[in-house]
Structures are given as C-alpha cells and as structure tokens.
C-alpha cells in the first residue's frame, strides 16, 4: 500500500526489465506531429560577417563633413567676387561714385576760386571808382559847346568837366529837368525798350580820358545775363537821368587824379 500525500501522486517504481509508464499526450495534440516551432532568427550580419552592425557614418550622399564644410566655403567665396564684380560694374557704369564726387569737388574747387575772383575784381573795381552827380548843363559864350559839370556825392567832393554836342547837350538837359517831349526822342526811346524787356541799369561808369574826348560804359542787366557796353558820356548820363530808378553815375578816380590821356581798363576801342 502505497503513501498518498494531498496534490502529488507518486510515480510507481519500474522493476528491472519493465517498461516504463507511457507518457500521455496533452489534450488537442496529435502526439505523431510534432510541435512547429519558429527557426532561430538570423543574427545581423556586419560588414566584417561578424554579425556585429558598426554604426552607420554620414549619409554618402552629402558625403564627409569636412567636404561639405570646404563646398559652402567655396560657395560663399564664390558669391562674394560675383557681388564684387556686380558693384564694379555699376560703378563703371555710373562713372564710379568716388570719381564722380571728386569731380563734383574738383568742379566746386574751380567755382569757388572763379567767383572769389570775380569778388576781388568787382572790389578792385569798386574801389577804382568813386560815386558822382551831374549837377549842371552849361552853355557859356562864346564857347559853341554845352559843358557837362559832375561832382563826386562825398568829400572832397571834386568836380570834373567836359564839353559834348549840342543836341546832346539839350537832351541831357530834358532829362536832369524831367521835361517831356512832344515825341519821344532816341534816349526815351531807349528807355522805354530796356524797360519793356525788363533790363536795368546798372551803372554809367566813365573810364577814361585821351585828349579832350572821354570815354564811358553802360552797364546792363537782363534776364538772360549781365553785359557792358561802351558808349559816350553824354549818352550814358542821359539813360541813367531818364531811369524810373536812381541809377550810380562812376567816375574812374585817376581821372580826378591825374591830368592827361588815362587809359580805360579794358584799352581804346578803335572804331571798327
């Protein structure tokens, strides 16, 4: 009789020459089929057949990092001369900025120096000059000539005479005397151009002397400029005296000064 014990039955022992107890097989197998079983899954193979898997590098596409980094370097150097060959060519085209400023400054030198030039030429020639009145138109006997009598307008207030034509010497007097004409007379006329074509008078300026005969200038101003013309005393004082406007009556300060022939600035015009 045989010692039971609660959960475990205890196998019967085989005797010599016995078979052994037949295994039963489990419920829902065929005991003739075995049981498939999933083949051992492969190892990876390496590149070395190891099996072992190396980590991978960079993808072969964009290649090692120091040739990547040496293209974008070449890349970049590559667009800077293209910006630099765009910007010298501009400033070809242009004529080059910096060339264009120093002509800029070179022309502006050359203005500068022109119109300082010019100043110092109109204050010498203002300093040449003194500022003078007709104060008298006289007809003395016997002389057959009217002599015009003009006193500088501040001291030492010298006076300077000479003799002109007669008719000049009337129509110097009409226009000191402001006294109309039936008709307007050559100087009226005159007048009345300038003023129609907006052109003023600047200034009558007498300039020189040779002999009995002196010499003067009528200075103008329009719109398209400023001009001077040389004229006869006698006609230039008739213009000034007939202006809407006091116009400067000049006269050269050597002709106070010095006695005899006193050349103008700009020499003798010989009639042509």
């Known amino acids: 009789m045989s010692d039971t014990t609660a959960g475990h039955v205890e196998d019967p022992v085989s005797e010599?020459?016995?078979?052994?107890?037949?295994?039963v097989p489990s419920a829902g197998v065929d005991a003739e089929t075995p049981t498939a079983s999933?083949?051992?899954a492969a190892p990876a193979e390496g590149a070395d057949g190891t099996g072992v898997t190396?980590?991978?590098g960079p993808d072969p596409i964009d290649g090692p990092a120091e040739d990547v980094a040496d293209e974008r370097q070449a890349a970049a150097e590559r667009q800077d001369r293209q910006d630099e060959e765009q910007e010298d060519q501009a400033?070809?085209?242009?004529?080059?900025?910096e060339d264009f400023d120093d002509n800029d400054a070179d022309e502006?030198?050359?203005d500068d120096e022109d119109d300082e030039d010019d100043e110092d030429e109109a204050e010498d020639r203002t300093t040449q000059f003194t500022m003078a009145l007709v104060?008298?138109?006289n007809m003395d006997l016997p002389n057959q000539y009217p002599t015009v009598v003009l006193r500088e307008s501040e001291r030492p207030r010298r006076h300077l005479s000479f003799s002109i034509g007669l008719q000049d010497g009337v129509v110097?007097?009409?226009a000191m005397r402001r006294i109309p004409t039936p008709r307007p007379l050559t100087h009226e006329l005159l007048t009345g151009v300038l003023q129609g074509f907006d052109i003023d008078v600047v200034a009558v300026r007498l300039v020189g002397r040779q002999g009995a005969v002196y010499f003067a200038e009528l200075d103008l101003r329009g719109r398209n400029g400023r001009a001077v013309y040389s004229c006869r005393p006698s006609d230039g004082l008739t213009i000034a005296l007939l202006?809407?406007?006091?116009?400067p009556i000049l006269i050269d300060r050597r002709l106070f000064e010095q006695t005899g022939d006193v050349e103008p600035p700009g020499g003798v015009e010989q009639p042509g």
């Open 16 to 23: 010599p020459g016995e078979p052994g107890p037949v295994p």
């Open 38 to 40: 999933a083949p051992p």
């Open 54 to 56: 190396e980590a991978s």
């Open 91 to 97: 400033e070809e085209d242009e004529g080059g900025p």
């Open 108 to 110: 502006d030198d050359e």
């Open 135 to 137: 104060t008298a138109v």
């Open 172 to 174: 110097l007097s009409h």
């Open 243 to 247: 202006q809407p406007v006091a116009v």
